[in-house]
């Protein structure tokens, strides 16, 4: 790394899009580069007890707007509604890398949607690697992910499963994305582009997949350029649970059950609700982590609190339920825990579908009836044959190398020797 003595890591999204990217940052740090973590003002406290330094990407009004609406939650509105946040982080953050970073002497690392990377990649001649955290973000008609609304059956002939990824790309994701990124380009000077899901996003020298082999295999139209990492692990900076949470856990019989709809929902979703009170009457105790929480109990049998360090507290819980967000599953996945999967938006239902597939998740609908809540449950803490499974795999998630460190000397690695190596 004689020449690249500097890092800029470019994270736009949630906290979930953030903190691996976060963690990927510090190991980077670790090696001796000079770097930096760009991202939404929110989460500059990810830097914090690291060399990292932080600088905001911009657009943190929109940040606020997009993230503190239901919109960008939602399976039919999502998509227009991230992208009016991408859309302006990638216009902020492009000048921001500018004004402060040189090509001659700084690598770049992104996640998918940081697409000032891509351009700086373009204009700039930087050196960038795309990190994509979740595999629905690959289009494939060989093996195509599942998407919010409808999905391309797997068993469809290969022919017309590529007529619909194009129709998909051309009525819906190149009109969003477009109507963003070509408006910036056109400013730039630059012509439009088209694929921009498909193709675009990647960067033609280096991805890497921040998932394991296992999770989801490269199919034959992933990037070739493409590589495995693993699931990262983000820092933790809390060392100890909350004390109210800690005495609650420390309380009472029966099973312990943690309930998230992500930290950075708008609103509470009704299925929140409906599986704390399901719990409950099945005897358990349940933690829901929820933003606005005061980190209290409103019953004997739950607690809220607006967050808690996953690595100190899902090993001490027998059940999860959670949106399917990449993070919590990877976490949970670690602790061994049984998955009750509740997915709306973006990257979740693939994940579910992913997991469900595994035989160590069970989606339910947003709005589960009691039937549904018991055949759940009985699948999570009545299932003899579930806990082998989940054992295993947990095992096999220890033993994988973990992925922020992986992905920060596959990037050093990258840039110290001359061509790229293939998909491994």
């Known amino acids: 790394m004689e020449k690249f003595k500097r890092a800029v890591v470019m994270a736009v999204g949630s906290g979930g899009d953030v903190a691996p990217l976060a963690a990927v940052a510090a190991k980077l740090a670790a090696h001796g580069m000079e770097t930096t973590l760009m991202a939404p003002q929110r989460y500059r406290h990810l830097t914090a007890g690291t060399a990292v330094q932080f600088q905001s990407i911009g657009a943190d009004d929109v940040f606020e707007e997009v993230f503190g609406s239901a ?16 859309g302006a982080a990638m216009c902020t953050g492009l000048r921001v890398l500018r004004q402060g970073w040189h090509a001659a002497d700084t690598i770049l690392v992104s996640s998918s949607f940081a697409v000032a990377a891509r351009l700086a990649e373009e204009i700039d001649a930087y050196r960038n690697t795309t990190v994509h955290l979740s595999p629905s973000i690959v289009f494939s008609a060989h093996r195509p992910p599942k998407w919010p609304v409808v999905s391309i059956p797997q068993h469809w002939p290969l022919r017309l499963k590529r007529m619909m990824i194009a129709a998909a790309e051309r009525i819906a994701t190149d009109r969003v994305i477009g109507s963003h990124v070509n408006t910036f380009r056109s400013e730039l000077g630059l012509p439009p582009v088209r694929n921009l899901f ?11 997949y921040a998932f394991p082999r296992w999770f989801a295999q490269a199919a034959p139209d992933w990037p070739a350029q493409g ?14 649970l909350p004390v109210a949470l800690e005495a609650f856990l420390r309380r009472g019989t029966g099973p312990v059950m943690v309930i998230t709809a992500g930290t950075a929902v708008a609103s509470r979703p009704r299925w929140v609700e409906r599986l704390t009170a399901f719990a ?9 982590i929820e933003p606005d929480a005061q980190g209290d109990e409103i019953s004997p049998a ?18 999860i339920a959670h949106h399917a967000g990449i993070g ?3 976490e949970a996945l670690r602790a061994g825990l049984p998955q009750l999967l509740v997915p709306s938006a973006h990257d979740q239902p693939d994940n579910a579908w992913r997991l469900q597939h595994l035989g160590i998740g069970h989606s339910l609908r947003p709005a589960p009836t009691p039937n549904d809540l018991t055949r759940a449950w009985n699948w999570a803490l009545g299932n003899s044959a579930l806990r082998p499974v989940l054992d295993e795999v947990q095992d096999r998630i220890t033993q994988d190398e973990e992925g922020a460190g992986r992905i920060a ?7 110290r020797v001359p061509g790229l190596p293939g998909k491994t």
């Open 227 to 240: 590589a495995f990492a693993g699931f990262p692990r983000c820092m933790q900076h809390q060392r100890a």
């Open 198 to 208: 498909s193709q675009w996003i990647h960067s033609p020298r280096r991805v890497i």
């Open 409 to 415: 000397e596959m990037v050093i690695d990258t840039f």
């Open 71 to 86: 919109d960008v939650w939602s399976a039919t509105k999502g998509l227009e509604a991230s992208w009016r946040y991408y």
């Open 302 to 319: 739950v607690h809220r609190t607006p967050f808690a360090p996953f690595d100190l507290l899902l090993p001490r819980v027998q059940l």
């Open 280 to 288: 409950v009457t099945q005897g358990a105790r349940v933690v829901v």
């Open 328 to 330: 919590t599953m990877a």
